[in-house]
């Protein structure tokens, strides 16, 4: 085993031979949009998600699936299940089989399989002091799904979150091997603050995050000023505890959004700063609002510093 579960990395590395290793993840999760077949596209890019952050190359999933015998067409899991399959097909995975569960909550994942070689695992503890930190997406999935849900979000507001979510992390995984990143993780339902916390704490590194430069969701801070927060937002506070020092002038729809989790996020990625504006140029080439959010300091008196 060369990643387990010690240090909160997405995924598990297992060293099979002296160049090849296997990378395996699961996840799935409720509804968070009301079209069944983009709700089955964005849990299978969320599932592979955890691969590309390791800076592997997913070739399998098995399909987990819980779904109510009784009360609710079966043409929706139709749905959901080729929405899925088409984004598996679309990144070259293939799809062996699944579970499935009588349930009254829908919920819908894949747990998938990918490959690597053991020298370019790109781990929680690969972030070294005086790298630069990048988010390849921006953040607010989870204030703007919450929106969905009580009919408050405007429809180009929807429209955006669901591209971002849909917007595959295969490109920012070829762009890491490419650049030899060391260090990397995705931003899910820890948010962008509680995943950046996994970083820094296995790293033993202090996070310093310029919320100036985190890029928003259209819509986002509008929501969070509603009040529609997850109740991750809460979770996520209690998940990075005291161990964190955010300056006063950091408004509190802005701190929602760092702690706001997110679904088929971004990747998180440190990189030395002599390569950063390469990287970025070629980041950019498939996510646009790619940025430089922060760096990488010597350990300090917390782990998260947020200006």
């Known amino acids: 085993m060369i990643v387990g579960f010690e240090l909160a990395d997405d995924a598990g590395v297992y060293r099979l031979t002296d160049d090849l290793a296997i990378v395996q993840t699961l996840d799935f999760f409720t509804p968070i949009v009301d079209d069944p077949f983009i709700y089955g596209r964005i849990a ?7 691969v590309w952050a390791m800076g592997g190359t997913p070739i399998t999933a098995l399909a987990i699936t819980c779904f109510p015998k009784k009360g609710v ?7 959901i299940m080729r929405g899925g399959l088409e984004a598996l097909t679309q990144n070259g995975v293939t799809l062996l089989g699944g579970h499935s ?11 998938v399989t990918g490959v690597i070689n053991p020298n370019e695992v790109a781990t929680n503890a690969g972030a070294r002091q005086g790298d630069v930190l990048i988010l390849t997406k921006p953040i607010g999935t989870g204030v703007i799904s919450t929106g969905i849900k009580f009919a408050r979000t405007p ?13 595959s992390g295969k490109a920012a995984a070829e762009a890491m091997r490419e650049f030899g990143v060391k260090g990397a993780t995705d931003i899910t339902g820890f948010a962008l603050l509680g995943h950046a916390w996994e970083f820094a704490r296995a790293s033993r590194t202090t996070i310093e995050i310029d919320s100036s430069r985190v890029p928003l969701l259209p819509g986002a801070l509008e929501l969070a000023a509603a009040g529609l927060l997850t109740s991750g937002d809460k979770t996520n506070r209690e998940y990075v505890g005291q161990d964190i020092e955010i300056a006063t002038d950091v408004g509190k729809e802005m701190q929602n959004l760092l702690y706001d989790p ?5 990747l ?11 990287f970025v140029t070629r980041l950019r080439e498939s996510y646009p609002n ?18």
């Open 101 to 111: 569960v009588d349930n009254e909550q829908i919920m819908f994942g894949y747990s």
């Open 290 to 307: 790619a940025e430089v959010i922060g760096r990488v300091l010597d350990r300090g008196s917390h782990s998260i510093v947020v200006r």
């Open 73 to 79: 067409d079966f043409s929706i899991l139709a749905e």
């Open 155 to 167: 429809p180009d507001v929807a429209a955006a979150s669901i591209e971002t979510m849909l917007t």
């Open 262 to 266: 997110q679904t088929a996020g971004g």
């Open 268 to 278: 998180l990625i440190a990189i030395p700063e002599e390569k950063c504006a390469s």
């Open 44 to 50: 299978a890019l969320n599932s592979i998600n955890d």
